[in-house]
């Protein structure tokens, strides 16, 4: 018997635009979220819609590339090494995911999910009255020096992108960057089919609203565990305590959905890959430019409604450890090195990106308990991948056949070797 109520874990991007989805589509739904939007990777990230992210992080390549990318070496990847007991056994599962074989098989699984990405997020925003989330069309990616621009080009033409295509820019384009940076860059190649959010947390926002005026309900509390007997019941942790309970439950708690999997018998080995943003609302970026990658620095720019936001760095971790504020700086220096206008005290914000070791999502319905959904481990396609995720689970919900096949983003792949 299919439930008629559910409850949803986790209130970032993923969770939201799903319980909207659910609550929508008929079912009574309880989105239980601790309520602090800046915990989330959804709050910081950089907006992009990314269509083109369709080759898996866990590759051959990756791992020829890792002593260069390393943070010490100026690159953008680092570990926090007293959490080694959590990235630890993560990295020798993503050294066992980077086998060709299997990132083959994950390509092909992210290419058909992400097809459906931008065509996705358009009808969620049209649904939850606010079509303008959806805002400009494309990116770019920039190099500064020659030699950066041949090699970045040719890795670029040896990479897949999915629905996403792409053109080398012209002087024209190029020049746009001279009045907002020290010196145009060199080169760079604009993408068609993908897009950006004109502010993540206002769509997060937006997707809240309507949920609400569907006639959902929101809890601010911490779940501690999830059980179930007759029914599934959410355990809230903190000083109120007390349970929560529906017919189903949704698990989208992003980084932290392992512990709660694992309090359901599920091997699910997700981990905080932190990402770090700096953001001012005083800046000269011209609005008409679009979402920039500078491959050089590891770094994009993007410019929202509240200001300029740029972004960096690959940090494992838990996803409750402080910031390091040596990432901060290294950002503000590089926006700097730039001429790119910024604060001189900019808002800062770190993130934990809930990421899988073969860098492909958890969607599903549990094997052990078909009440129990689960939408996770969307490592830094979460707000690209957060509308189909939602059309996707509520398929499942109803009981209707998804538009796409799901098994290769079932979470019992990992208990399966």
């Given at each position: ?12 991007l ?16 309880t ?5 602090d ?45 007293r ?82 295509a ?7 384009d ?44 929101v ?11 007759d029914?599934?019941i ?19 708690a ?76 290294a ?14 005290e ?20 549990l ?45 019992e ?5």
């Amino acid at each position: 018997m299919q439930p008629k109520s559910y409850l949803v874990i986790g209130g970032g991007l993923v969770g939201a635009a799903s319980a909207l989805r659910l609550q929508a589509a008929g079912f009574a739904v309880t989105l239980i979220d601790p309520g602090d939007p800046r915990r989330a990777a959804s709050f910081g990230n950089i907006g992009h819609i990314a269509a083109e992210q369709v080759s898996p992080l866990a590759s051959r390549e990756s791992l020829r590339t890792f002593p260069g990318r390393l943070f010490g070496l100026g690159g953008p990847l680092d570990f926090r090494w007293r959490d080694a007991g959590l990235w630890g056994p993560w990295a020798l599962r993503f050294i066992a995911a980077s086998d060709p074989a299997r990132h083959a098989r994950g390509q092909a699984a992210l290419t058909a999910i992400l097809a459906h990405a931008l065509p996705a997020w358009r009808r969620l925003a049209d649904f939850s009255g606010a079509p303008g989330v959806v805002g400009r069309d494309g990116h770019a990616v920039v190099w500064m020096s020659q030699i950066a621009a041949e090699k970045g080009l040719r890795s670029w033409e040896r990479s897949p992108t999915g629905s996403a295509a792409f053109r080398p820019m012209g002087a024209d384009d190029l020049n746009r960057y001279a009045s907002v940076m020290t010196r145009a860059p060199v080169a760079g190649i604009r993408f068609s089919g993908t897009a950006q959010v004109s502010e993540p947390q206002a769509a997060r926002d937006a997707l809240m609203a309507a949920f609400r005026a569907q006639g959902g309900e929101v809890v601010h509390a911490h779940v501690a565990r999830l059980s179930s007997g007759d029914r599934v019941i959410a355990h809230l942790g903190g000083g109120g305590g007390g349970t929560r309970e529906a017919e189903g439950a949704l698990v989208a708690a992003g980084a932290w959905a392992g512990r709660l999997m694992r309090g359901l018998g599920v091997e699910a080995p997700v981990i905080g890959e932190r990402g770090y943003s700096v953001q001012s609302a005083e800046h000269g970026w011209d609005e008409a430019l679009p979402p920039t990658v500078f491959e050089e620095q590891s770094m994009v720019v993007s410019r929202f409604t509240s200001g300029l936001r740029a972004s960096s760095f690959v940090e494992f971790g838990s996803p409750d450890a402080p910031g390091d504020p040596r990432k901060w700086r290294a950002l503000e220096r590089r926006l700097s090195d730039l001429g790119i206008g910024f604060s001189s005290e900019p808002d800062r914000w770190v993130g934990p990106r809930p990421t899988l070791p073969d860098y492909l999502p958890a969607i599903g319905r549990l094997e052990r308990d078909p009440r129990i959904l689960y939408a996770f481990g969307h490592q830094h396609l979460g707000l690209t991948l957060s509308a189909i995720t939602a059309e996707l689970t509520a398929s499942l919900a109803q009981g209707v056949e998804p538009a796409i096949d799901l098994n290769p983003f079932r979470i019992e792949r990992f208990s399966r070797g």
